[in-house]
């Protein structure tokens, strides 16, 4: 249950991308919603959880303790078949340092180089964590199936996007209108439970 003092939302991310995300598909609740950069001094904490859970477990954790508010904290990543799951939970920090989205496509791409298309099956794993202060930590979760293409495509999205193709469209997330692949990415999809499972907590 959320204390009645809880009016926040905490967004545990300093991934402006994600932050847009989460902020689109969680509009119209009936909660405030801050970022860390509102806590000046909290540090987040380093993802050595060898789990998407674990991450994003600790991480809103972390948040809500500090802040003394509700937390929510996402980690997601992308899996692939030919890889046995690489990159998973290095997705962001595959090339080496974090959030250098068009190094990763470019390893990710070395990697398959000789791979055929019908072998190049991947998924798109998302995990969201909402930790209440002092109390428990709830979980939601969302996948999303694809393949990755031979070639970046499109000028849309954020990490991995120009290599993801979603199979019912044929097209990559960045080629997707934002409004589009957030009715079906595996953060919309973890989200939206999210959402429900806030609107539950706050009717408690």
């Not at 204390?3 to 902020?23: C, F, W």
Request: a neutral charge; aromatic letters at 6%.
């Amino acid at each position: 249950m959320i204390p009645d003092q809880v009016k926040k939302l905490v967004i545990a991310t300093g991934n402006k991308n994600k932050l847009t995300e989460i902020k689109k598909i969680l509009e119209g609740l009936s909660l405030e919603i801050k970022t860390i950069a509102d806590f000046p001094g909290l540090e987040m904490p380093e993802e050595d959880r060898p789990t998407f859970r674990g991450n994003a477990a600790k991480k809103a954790e972390t948040v809500s303790a500090f802040s003394g508010e509700m937390a929510l904290a996402d980690d997601s990543g992308l899996e692939v078949e030919a890889l046995e799951g690489r990159p998973g939970v290095h997705s962001a920090r595959y090339a080496g340092e974090e959030g250098d989205y068009a190094a990763n496509n470019r390893l990710l791409l070395e990697e398959l180089w000789n791979i055929p298309p019908e072998k190049r099956g991947a998924r798109f794993i998302a995990v969201i964590a909402i930790a209440l202060p002092g109390g428990e930590t709830y979980f939601a979760s969302g996948v999303c199936h694809g393949r990755i293409a031979e070639t970046p495509r499109g000028s849309g999205g954020f990490g991995y996007d120009p290599l993801f193709v979603y199979e019912p469209t044929g097209q990559t997330f960045a080629e997707m209108p934002a409004a589009k692949k957030n009715m079906i990415s595996h953060r919309a999809r973890a989200l939206r439970q999210a959402r429900e499972l806030l609107g539950r907590l706050m009717d408690r």
